[in-house]
């Protein structure tokens, strides 16, 4: 029935979609607190932590109320709970965050919103978790900013992260939870932070990985805890230190942990080879000296028997760098960083098996990894009538190098799969809406099912394993391409995101097999920038595209270029230029006389994009009659900077009946000589293929 109704309220436009994962504490647990007491002791060092979000969370739908605060909530058990409901009075909401209980969270939020913001209610249903509750993981922080965001998302508070942070934390300590500042840096998500604790003043500042992966197994170490006691005997202490105890745990959150964190983000950022071995050592080093300083004063809490039969179980040893706990210690919660991901499979196995203690895996990769793409497909497809009178562009089939007639927009959607994107939006019509729900979201009929032959029917399974990764948002109104876009705000996270064109079809040429889009992503992870795909385009066609100009990056300094994998910095965007104004501003060096680069149609790209669409539909600034996209390109270009990859590859317009029969015929025989490349590019040069999308061979 949860499932039932998730999907109900995905498809009431009123409600949006939302995820708020838990957080890990790598380093500088309970630093946080103790940096805060700096306000009335000086003397008392800076507080340091390293976060990051876990793959792990909270879904939620959420919609505005018109006098209510209703919040219904699914335990990490399945069990539904609720609804809580309150009326959106200051007081009330006061009285309930005071109260203790679970809901007393959320009402603490919703009063801090209240006092600053003009709102009337809010509805929330958390229908789905998969973070262990009461672990270390900071469930209920994320409960509160959950909570700050539904509200900035459905009253567009304009709230940055840090902002929503803000709100979650003076929500939470209005209840009698003595949480620190540390916890809410799950409002990041999946990105590292260094976060400084400086009396009430907090520093935020994003790591950048680089290096291997760094394979953690988060493990639930089945014991009990009790934060509340914890946090008692530690605190004993604060703010002026009297006894020997009191001076070790002083020392312990001050000097000895400002000392790991500094060390642990130079190791982060070294990209050395032995960076997680090196890591590994600092946890072991950073729980001995917690042992050492923090036991004493709170031993019947910190002795941590389970956790330290874990960490010094036989089995394990050979697999990972080193350990320590999570969060405010104790028999929680434990992180155990292994020597590789085929090591991590080995822990959870051993851990989970012979421990029956439960496992969450958690891997840092360098760079940001981009989870989140959109597919737009609400355009009109006019140039196709009368075709598009009965099918949209984005679902005409295309004969892929595996025999089968694959809708474009199913093509799409294994791209974005195997590129390791989790969750993928396409904008729809709303009257188009069910054609698409046909495609990704409903079986085949019993009968149908059974008149497919072996191979259809493992394929047909498959796109129903893609359904859990596909939604939908409608874009009610055909306002420009720019619109579409930007109706996919709120699903994209405030993170970076993979832009695809939904009616055009992309086909690579690169001698070494590699995708188009894997093209765009090896930019990005070299350069973590603005990424957007260009090709090569003659005079007579320019003025049907938008086009860049720019210098090129080059590889090396004595680049004589422009070199294949060179990249373009982008200083200046523009919409479908005429052929005068194409030659006497947009000539890129190393191309011919009458040759420019335009949009290929594949775009990676920061969510600050979505603030300049938000300026041109508020002030209502049209070409053409619509919002165009390229614009706020522009102004990203501008705010955050540009670069543009030549693609080695081929786009077809679906839109165009000549690029479509051209499509048809060429596009089969392409993908099974780019594949034949992918696998033999990969065996000379021992580079990783593509990742299998599941139940392939």
């Known amino acids: 029935s949860v499932v039932v109704w998730s999907v109900c309220a ?12 838990g957080r890990v504490c790598l380093f500088g647990e309970h630093s946080d607190w103790a940096g805060g007491f700096r306000r009335s002791n000086p003397e008392i060092e800076k507080g340091a932590t390293i976060v990051v979000g ?17 919040f219904t909530s699914t335990t990490d058990k399945g069990e539904r709970k609720g609804p809580f409901s309150i009326d959106m009075r200051k007081k009330d909401l006061l009285a309930a965050a005071q109260q203790g209980d679970f809901f007393s969270y959320i009402a603490g939020v919703a009063y801090r919103i209240m006092i600053n913001h003009q709102v009337t209610g809010l509805e929330i249903d958390n229908f789905h978790t998969d973070l262990p509750l009461e672990k270390g993981l900071s469930s209920s922080a994320a409960v509160c900013v959950l909570v700050a965001r539904a509200f900035n998302v459905i009253y567009d508070l304009k709230l940055t992260i840090r902002g929503e942070m803000e709100y979650a934390y003076q929500g939470e300590i209005l209840t009698p939870s003595k949480c620190g500042r540390m916890d809410q840096g799950c409002a990041y998500g999946m990105r590292p932070i260094l976060m400084t604790y400086d009396g009430d003043n907090l520093d935020v500042e994003e790591l950048q990985l680089s290096g291997p992966p760094l394979h953690y197994v988060l493990v639930d170490l089945q014991g009990s805890k009790s934060t509340t006691e914890i946090l008692r005997g530690l605190q004993d202490g604060f703010p002026t230190a009297t006894t020997d105890v009191h001076r070790g745990v002083h020392a312990l959150l001050g000097a000895i942990n400002l000392d790991i964190t500094r060390r642990a983000c130079k190791i982060f950022r070294s990209g050395a080879a032995d960076a997680a071995e090196q890591l590994g050592l600092l946890m072991t080093e950073a729980q001995a000296e917690f042992d050492r300083y923090a036991q004493p004063a709170c031993p019947s809490q910190l002795t941590m028997p389970l956790l330290h039969k874990l960490l010094t179980y036989p089995a394990i040893q050979g697999l990972i760098y080193g350990g320590k706990g999570v969060g405010s210690q104790g028999d929680g919660t434990a992180q155990l960083l292994c020597r590789s991901e085929a090591a991590q499979d080995e822990v959870i196995r051993i851990v989970s098996g012979e421990l029956s203690m439960p496992c969450l895996r958690l891997s840092l990769t360098s760079g940001r990894q981009i989870r989140q793409a959109i597919i737009t497909a609400a355009g009109p497809g006019s140039r196709n009538y009368p075709a598009s009178k009965a099918v949209k562009p984005e679902l005409f089939p295309i004969i892929d190098a595996d025999g089968f007639a694959k809708p474009v927009v199913l093509l799409h959607v294994e791209a974005l799969l195997a590129a390791g994107v989790t969750n993928i939006y396409i904008v729809v019509q709303p009257e188009d809406k069910p054609s698409f729900e046909r495609l990704f979201k409903e079986p085949l009929s019993a009968a149908n099912h059974q008149r497919l032959g072996r191979s259809a029917q493992e394929y047909e399974k498959l796109i129903m394993e893609f359904s859990e990764r596909v939604h939908f948002v409608v874009q009610n109104q055909q306002e420009g391409f ?11 996270e405030n993170e970076p995101f993979i832009l695809v064109l939904g009616d055009h079809l992309y086909s690579s040429t690169a001698a070494n097999g590699h995708s188009c889009l894997r093209q765009l992503l090896e930019a990005y992870k070299a350069t973590q920038q603005n990424i957007i795909g260009l090709q090569r385009t003659p005079l007579d066609s320019v003025s049907r595209f938008g086009a860049a100009t720019g210098v090129w990056r080059r590889n090396a300094p004595d680049d004589a270029g422009p070199n294949p994998d060179d990249l373009l910095e982008v200083s200046q965007i523009v919409e479908k230029p005429s052929r005068e104004d194409a030659k006497a501003t947009l000539t890129v060096d190393g191309l011919g006389d009458d040759e420019f680069l335009t949009m290929f149609g594949l775009y990676i790209l920061s969510p600050k994009i979505f603030d300049h669409l938000q300026y041109s539909i508020e002030n209502n600034v049209r070409i053409g009659g619509v919002y165009q996209f390229t614009p706020a390109l522009e102004q990203l270009r501008k705010d955050e900077g540009v670069l543009g990859c030549v693609v080695h590859g081929q786009r077809f317009d679906i839109r165009d009946p000549e690029s479509y029969a051209q499509a048809f015929l060429t596009f089969p025989k392409v993908q099974a000589a780019t594949a034949v490349l992918r696998t033999s590019t990969a065996e000379s040069q021992e580079l990783p293929p593509a990742t299998p999308l599941p139940g392939t061979p």
């Open 10 to 21: 995905a498809m009431d436009p009123s409600w949006k979609r939302l995820f708020v994962p």
């Open 54 to 70: 876990t793959n792990q969370g909270l879904h939620a739908n959420v919609r505005k109320h018109p006098t209510k605060l209703v």
């Open 482 to 492: 720019g619109h579409a876009v930007f109706a996919a705000r709120e699903a994209m």
